[in-house]
């Protein structure tokens, strides 16, 4: 019986009290300085290292050089856990964490995000994005391999099994 006493004062004590959460949607979200939201790219600062992408556990990073130290980065959103190693590793500073944490979208494309010094707008078209795709598998490929040279001619070439263990 104590145990309801006191579960009945707990609830009476609420009846009064502002409630914890805040009617969302209707009213904005309070953010604090330190919140990780979407990744922010300044290509004027950025020398094409590549350490973000190296760095980054999601591999939502990709750079690609574009002109004479003039570099894209495309971000998919949609990959990033915004844990903000990029912006750790960037040694120039051309990655920077916002505060925009509202990023939903029903099209996947629109969470792809290229930015360069010509073009800061945004959203990649499906052209760009196939392009950079492709960009993105080829420098992926491993490299042909290439066939060894011919032994030097002045040595004999081994006729038999028992020729090779005198050779080495």
Not at 45 to 71: H, R, S, Y
């Amino acid at each position: 019986m104590a145990k309801t006493g006191r579960i009945l004062g707990e609830v009476l004590k609420s009846l009064f009290k502002k409630p914890a959460t805040c009617n969302y949607p209707a009213e904005k979200a309070v953010v604090t300085a330190n919140l990780r939201g979407k990744i922010v790219y300044t290509p004027e600062k950025c020398i094409g290292c590549k350490l973000c992408v190296k760095d980054c556990p999601a591999a939502a990073i990709t750079i690609n050089k574009i002109g004479e130290k003039q570099f894209e980065a495309i971000i998919a959103l949609d990959h990033c856990i915004y844990c903000g190693q990029c912006v750790d590793s960037c040694m120039k500073k051309a990655l920077a964490i916002s505060t925009e944490f509202e990023l939903a979208s029903l099209d996947r494309k629109s969470l792809r995000v290229s930015l360069n010094v010509k073009t800061l707008s945004g959203a990649l078209s499906e052209t760009s994005a196939v392009a950079a795709a492709t960009a993105e598998q080829a420098s992926r490929q491993l490299p042909p391999v290439q066939q060894s040279s011919p032994p030097p001619r002045d040595l004999p070439t081994p006729k038999k099994k028992t020729d090779l263990t005198r050779l080495f």
